[in-house]
């Protein structure tokens, strides 16, 4: 017997099979450290890591990001380390960058030196906010998320796989909710989504942590995967009754 179609199933499955074929286009393949290109600057890459290219959204948020002049910056999900780095060079006195992998702390460890600010950028390993310490406050808070989301029982092969995927918007659902408890006095807590992502499950964590989301800035439409997409730069505010 055919089994009617579900189109929201559909689209989920077609949005994890991209997903898929993006780790596979923006990871590491090769075992040597190498350096790739962005923004004007040279980067130092680790094997294994996400080597975010031109197009990606990383060189579009990193230039639209509106950084705390001589404050306090925090980048969860730092990846290579291109916009804690460049938040460094550009007027932030202090910048934490936090990421799940490894393969990240290590590599922005290194692009940090290499733009000679490691004195003033700490990078620590965690989940989300895990690695801070309690008492941490920040005047900018600021995710570049994974847009896709994976089945729960997704499991991780690869550190790339945690630059895309999300199981069950998780870690997506508990920045939104948590964020905003690590401002300073007027601070403001920024996360990304595109058009890859699933925009009514982005509303609905949203509902469900309390917040609203309000569209800061939206990029021209660019190819990436095949696909046109649009990359977002979102503040997450109190919901409002
Ligand atoms: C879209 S990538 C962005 C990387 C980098 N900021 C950039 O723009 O090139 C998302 C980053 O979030 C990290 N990440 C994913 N899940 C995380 C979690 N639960 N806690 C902390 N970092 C996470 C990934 O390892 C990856 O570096």
Known sequence: MNHPRNPAHDLSEERYLLGKTLADQLG??????????????????????YAPRPGTGTEWYTTHVPYPRGGRFLEVGCGAGVTAVWAALNGCAHVTATDITESAVRNTALNAER???ARRLRVLGGDVFEGLDAEDRFDVVFWNCSVIEAPEDFEFTRDVEWAIFDRGYAALGRYLATARGRLAPGGRALVTFNTLGDAGRLDQLAADAGVSLRRLAASPPRRLAGRDVTFKLLEILPRHP
Do not use: I, Q
Request: proline share 4%; hydrophobic share 35%.
């Open 28 to 49: 590491t393949t090769g075992a040597e450290r190498s350096t790739f290109e962005l923004l004007g600057k040279e980067w130092d890459l680790l094997p294994g890591a």
């Open 115 to 117: 733009h000679g600010v």
